[in-house]
């Protein structure tokens, strides 16, 4: 609006029937403190549970963008990124909550790093624990590597290691951070745009960050921000939908970037990995009548796990 103060931070959130905890977001967001203006975008995708009119009625300031169906997680911050105005553009999933000087932390981090274009903060689970929020870029040597537990061998500092056993209570340069928080450079979004579309909910972030870095970025973890994220909670109701759009990312980020020969080997240290699991799991069932659920359970999995990979091609670009 004329007169206004041009924002520093441009800040969207996705929601899509997640009311209560998107307001939880928007309350812990419109809390926080830095030296700037913000502007926050709210995209809805096609809720039924009252979302958009609760948000409006609550925070008017809040531009809402209404999807008439469910356009996917990229495509709808594509949207709001699109109309974004400030230096910065904070990506935040409705259940994700910032501390009170987070963003101030991402910014200073940012700031410090000019050769950074995105920065990813410290999530924390619910109970306070640490929850993992930073990964090396899929390939099909990391798969093979973390599926024959090779990975394990290295430190997490090492190129053939994994971050599992990483601490997150360092800076560093990272290949990729969660979706869940990141504040991105707007030359980020004016040289390569958003998000590719055709991820609609998983995955999306992966590509969109290792763009971003060939493009000449790096990612940068910031352990001084913390942000509480529940995870999944948009798809908990639907969880085998859920899973199914998480293994159709990775699917679509390694065809990709490592061509179908590159997807191909990827599915068979999967299921390399996955029928190992299964035998370990069942020679727990065999040995413990304490865990057999949880066993059984595993072995669903891992079961499932294997013929997904072996039989399901069908959404593979």
């Not at 809390?31 to 809805?44: R, Y």
Request: proline fraction near 3%; aromatic fraction near 10%; include cysteine.
């Amino acid at each position: 609006m004329p007169g206004e103060p041009q924002p520093v931070v441009s800040a969207v959130i996705v929601s899509f029937n997640t009311r209560e905890m998107t307001l939880d977001c928007l309350h812990a967001l419109t809390k926080s403190q830095f030296n700037g203006t913000m502007e926050i975008f709210v995209v809805d995708n096609n809720s039924k549970d009252g979302s958009v009119e609760a948000i409006r009625d609550t925070f008017p300031a809040v531009r809402v963008i209404t999807n008439s169906q469910n356009v996917g997680f990229g495509a709808a911050n594509n949207q709001a990124m699109r109309l974004a105005m400030g230096d910065y553009i904070l990506l935040l999933n409705s259940d994700a909550f910032v501390k009170q000087d987070a963003v101030a932390s991402l910014l200073n981090c940012l700031r410090g790093h000019p050769d950074a274009g995105v920065v990813g903060p410290r999530l924390l689970n619910d109970d306070g624990s640490m929850q993992r929020s930073c990964f090396r870029f899929p390939s099909p040597g990391q798969a093979w590597r973390e599926n024959l537990w090779i990975s394990r061998c290295f430190g997490p500092h090492s190129t053939l290691g994994d971050l599992q056993t990483w601490a997150h209570d360092q800076e560093r340069e990272v290949d990729w951070v969660v979706g869940a928080c990141m504040l991105v450079r707007r030359t980020v979004w004016e040289r390569i745009r958003g998000f590719d579309e055709r991820f609609f909910l998983y995955g999306e972030e992966t590509d969109w960050q290792r763009r971003i870095r060939d493009a000449g970025w790096k990612i940068v973890f910031c352990p001084d921000a913390i942000v509480t994220h529940l995870g999944g909670t948009s798809g908990e109701s639907n969880r085998p939908a859920r899973d199914r759009h998480f293994f159709d990312g990775v699917d679509h980020y390694v065809r990709k970037h490592h061509g179908l020969i590159g997807l191909v080997s990827l599915r068979c240290a999967m299921i390399a990995g996955c029928g190992m699991r299964f035998m370990l799991w069942l020679a727990v069932w065999i040995a413990s009548a304490f865990t057999r659920s949880k066993a059984v359970a595993k072995m669903r999995l891992h079961l499932w796990l294997v013929g997904r990979q072996m039989f399901h091609w069908r959404f593979v670009w």
